[in-house]
């Protein structure tokens, strides 16, 4: 079912720069389609957003914002045992993002001088949480505790509505769980206008996150300057580091959990062991006819899923460093002992009971991650993400005085005569 590569410093190389493919630029017939949807939603604010909802998800949406009772009342329509879950579930990303939390500071030299930093939340968020083909309300729980952390002073949300025109429950649910102040019925590319933009009835945003199809992430990144965005998201990814200590049932069910994301997803599993490459595999075959995403999981692992055994574990470290993937699992004998050297992946799963959808539901760190190797330079979604920070400096005559000629000096190297005039005037 997947295919296997011994590593011989050609053959994996070839693997992954097919791999690397599935990552191209944009099509430029969705920019096109995206842009003129913007466009519209620019100039027709919510008449274009519910135009394209009509034609996108459902002529006749139950609203169009949702009011606060309903979304206050969506836990009681929901299964209290799923509610219990989110409310544990929440309490674990509360607590992880908790410790993140920076604070403003201030110091005061003795020769007058103040420096420091002030650092508060922003001011507005907007939040896009799919509808599509998993309503995936634990994005809802990632993208919003963490805002409520930094001080965000408000956040909304959009969802696409159901085929029937109602909001999904269980998304409604984790709003309410969450704090979101706002919910709005509209999904795609114009849910992301109505954002970036504003509307009559949608206020403008400071920053958009939350995941999305390709026509949301080509929106993302077209609106970006006009306001922020969280990162511009890949097909999800997986690869696990695995020694003859692994057993190929779990590494088979954690590859399948990202492989049935999407059929751009990526699943690799690098070992040193051949005979676990085999079982594997077969265990991949035997469980996916079992799994409701069945099609996806196979087009998935055909096209870019992948086993490549290396002669050791220093070999899987140095490719795991290089891909930068965006779920990073350690199934070795000692993971604790190989912390330290993984430098590049978005969140790192350790030993044989950290599955990956551990961290999807459940264990605190954030599930937004960068893809498509850009965990080399980016970072999960945090608190950090939400807020915002200036300098402010204060000097009185005499601190000035002592430096003026420095400033001066270096304002005039750079012919930049006003500013070296805005210090000597205070002395003339």
């Known amino acids: 079912m997947i295919k296997i590569v011994k590593a011989d410093g050609k053959a994996e190389r070839d ?37 394209y909802t009509a034609r996108f998800d459902t002529s006749t949406p139950e609203f169009y914002e949702v009011p606060r009772d309903v979304i206050d009342n969506a836990e009681k329509e929901c299964d209290s045992e799923l509610i219990a879950a989110m409310k544990r579930a929440a309490e674990n990303i509360k607590d992880f993002h908790n410790r993140q939390v920076q604070q403003s500071w201030l ?26 083909t998993a309503a995936l309300f634990s994005s809802v729980l990632m993208n919003v505790i963490p805002a409520k952390i930094a001080g965000v002073g408000e956040i909304i949300m959009a969802t696409p509505p159901c085929k029937d025109g109602s909001a999904n429950r269980d998304i409604l649910a984790a709003a309410a769980i969450a704090g979101v102040d706002r919910v709005f019925l509209c999904g795609g590319a114009q849910a992301i206008g109505s954002f970036a933009y504003g509307t009559a009835e949608i206020p403008k945003v400071d920053k958009i996150v939350g995941p999305g199809n390709i026509f949301v992430a080509t929106a993302k990144r077209l609106v970006y300057g006009t306001v922020d965005i969280d990162m511009i998201a890949g ?91 965006e779920h990073l699992e350690v199934c070795v004998e000692n993971p604790m ?29 954030n599930h937004v991650l960068p893809t498509s190797g850009t965990a080399r330079f980016f970072s999960p979604l945090s608190v950090d993400a939400f807020i915002k920070k200036s300098s402010f400096i204060y000097y009185n005559e005499n601190a ?29």
């Open 15 to 51: 693997f992954l720069a097919q791999l690397r493919q599935r990552s191209g630029d944009t099509d430029k017939k969705v920019t096109e389609i995206v842009s003129a949807i913007l466009d519209d939603v620019r100039s027709e604010g919510d008449e274009a957003v519910k135009k």
């Open 107 to 132: 110091t005061a030299k003795d020769n007058g001088v103040i420096l420091g930093q002030r650092i508060r939340g922003l001011h507005r968020v907007g939040v896009y949480v799919p509808g599509g």
């Open 235 to 325: 097909p999800s990814e997986i690869l696990i580091v695995a020694d003859e200590t692994a057993d190929p049932k779990f590494l088979a069910a954690d590859l399948m959990s990202q492989a049935e994301h999407d059929r751009l997803a990526s699943a690799i599993l690098v070992t040193t062991c051949g005979e676990l490459a085999q079982k594997t595999d077969a265990e991949l075959v035997r469980q996916c006819a079992q799994m409701s995403r069945r099609e996806i999981i196979e087009e998935s692992i055909a096209n870019y899923g992948g086993i490549i055994i290396c002669d050791s574990l220093d070999d899987a470290v140095e490719m795991a460093n290089e891909l930068a993937p």
């Open 337 to 365: 002992e190989y912390i330290g050297r993984f430098d590049n992946a978005g969140s790192v799963f350790l030993g044989h009971y950290a599955p990956e959808p551990l961290g999807d539901y459940f264990a605190g760190p």
């Open 400 to 428: 000035l005085r002592e430096v003026r000629n420095d400033v001066v000096l270096m304002a005039e190297n750079e012919s930049l005569t006003a500013h070296a005039n805005a210090v000597k005037v205070r002395f003339e």
